[in-house]
């Protein structure tokens, strides 16, 4: 079975629920192009700064045209902070027929939360954050 450049990753990488400096949990929504109806296996890694798995979901997916979710959890995560701690993960999206991979899709992406307050203004990581412009 040939799936060669058949995944595609589609949508913003997003933190689902809260997201603390104790843990977040990411929502990767993963689109599969093909008019095939086996199942494969299909792993989504996210990745730290230096390339080591920091966490994983695995699932068993039917490739026919379809649309998959996944949310790997982080534990402590480092929260992306713009300018002063601008740190991104990667998220790993592979694909395996018969134990090999098949195909892999890989999206950079900072763990991090936005809210505009009348009070506060603009808050970054619940945290006020002065924005200039140019």
């Not at 086996?38 to 920091?54: E, F, I, Q, Y």
Request: glycine share 6%; proline share 5%.
């Amino acid at each position: 079975m040939h799936l060669a450049h058949q995944l595609r990753l589609i949508g913003d990488l997003h933190p689902t629920g809260k997201v603390t400096e104790q843990s977040a949990t990411i929502t990767v929504r993963t689109v599969l192009f093909d008019h095939n109806t086996a199942k494969v296996p299909v792993n989504t890694a996210l990745l730290d700064a230096t390339g080591k798995v920091v966490a994983q979901a695995r699932d068993s997916v039917q490739i026919a045209p379809s649309e998959h979710r996944s949310e790997p959890r982080l534990e402590q995560p480092r929260l992306w902070k713009g300018r002063t701690n601008p740190y991104l993960y990667t998220c790993r999206v592979n694909l395996s027929v018969d134990g090999v991979a098949s195909d892999q899709v890989e999206v950079q992406f900072g763990v991090h939360t936005v809210e505009i307050t009348e009070a506060q203004g603009f808050l970054l990581n619940g945290k006020p954050c002065l924005i200039q412009g140019a």
